[in-house]
């Protein structure tokens, strides 16, 4: 992936998030539900739509990372399932392979988010109500629902703020729209001009992607795939809405060429935007979209437990698995 100005920005904000002594126990990590039943924090303030709890970040970096780790596994399992279908010669549904190729890109999506210390959180009505326990007393409750979770600044020596911001969109849109804002914000915070042009682009391609469709859109093309009869499983009646993406498989795949294809669908996008009337075209742009989010996580991921010398184990086991499935061939992962 890219090294330049960009890539700088998102790994400070992830050593920020993940900072150095934040602990992974390979056997029983600490994970965001953990770090809630049982780690050690207090609820500082609360409002009708905001708790700022104080926690360790040694401890709430650890919880990010064995989130994010996890839901990369998730990830790898839906990358090397699809590159067996599509390597097989038996026929798969081009919908399935569209909807699969959207939860790799959400897996990936929720591991970056993590990293970067804007995570997505469904808190429960259960963990609502432990939190709301631990508020000041007359302070405002906490229902369930979907909660942007944020690291904000340090309160002290050996604590810091954590934002639980509530959000009324479902957790799959607002996912979306949370990615999408950090690359333009880590876009704006740097600026025009300063990256390298390959990494200048590949913000702007992702950036582009949601102006036009909107900043929930693969999910919105996810529903309307998968949920909306007669529309994409048409295979029965011999119709398609879909193309089946086995070109992955037959020609090489490089970042430069994944960026020149999001780029040019969303510039055809622009003349109809519309992922109804343009399906086989928005899929296009979400494969691109999955495999170029899929690399930065990855990426991203194994810098942060080098430089914060991160317990290597789930790490080495990730790679032992990639290599055991055929999903690394020439050094790089399948399909770039």
């Known amino acids: ?43 500082a303030s609360t409002t009708a739509t905001k708790f700022t709890i104080a926690a360790s970040p040694t401890d ?23 590159m067996k279908t599509l390597a097989s010669p038996a026929w798969n549904s081009p919908a399935w392979q569209a909807v699969t190729f959207y939860y790799w890109a959400y897996f990936a999506a929720m591991a970056f988010s ?48 954590i934002l639980l911001v509530k959000r009324q969109r479902r957790i799959h849109e607002q996912l979306w729209t949370t990615v999408f804002g950090l690359f333009s914000e880590i876009y704006a915070e740097v600026g025009a001009g300063v990256a390298s042009p390959q990494e200048e682009r590949l ?13 929930d859109w693969p999910s919105a093309l996810r529903n309307v795939v998968n949920y909306r009869p007669g529309f ?29 294809r999001l780029e040019n669908n969303t510039i055809l996008m622009r003349l109809d935007p519309s992922i109804e009337r343009q ?37 080495v086991s990730k790679n032992r698995f990639a290599q055991q499935r055929g999903l690394i061939t020439a050094g790089a992962p399948w399909p770039c």
């Open 203 to 215: 913000f702007m391609a992702i950036i582009a992607s949601a102006a036009v469709l909107g900043d």
């Open 114 to 161: 993590r990293m970067l210390g804007h995570a997505l959180w469904f808190v429960t009505s259960d963990v609502a109500k432990q939190f709301t326990k631990l508020a000041p007393a007359g302070a405002a409750s906490m229902g369930k629902g979907t909660y942007e979770v944020i690291c904000g600044p340090a309160m002290s020596a050996g604590t810091r703020s």
């Open 60 to 82: 709430f970096g650890g919880a990010l990372i064995s989130d994010a780790a996890y839901h990369l596994d998730h990830a790898l399992e839906h990358q090397v399932s699809l």
């Open 232 to 260: 994409a499983y048409a295979a029965p009646r011999f119709k398609s809405s879909l193309d089946t993406f086995t070109y992955l498989s037959t020609g090489a795949q490089t970042v430069d060429g994944l960026v020149d």
């Open 279 to 315: 399906p086989k075209l928005a899929a296009r742009m979400l494969i691109d979209l999955t495999i170029l989010l899929s690399r930065i996580a990855h990426s991203l991921h194994d810098e942060i437990v080098d430089r914060s010398g991160l317990d290597r184990r789930w790490l």
């Open 1 to 43: 992936m890219p090294q330049s100005a960009l890539w700088q920005r998102v790994r400070q904000r992830a050593l920020d998030a993940v900072p150095p002594g934040a602990n992974v126990d390979f056997k029983s990590p600490l994970t965001l539900a953990a770090w809630q039943a049982r780690g050690t924090y207090t609820v």
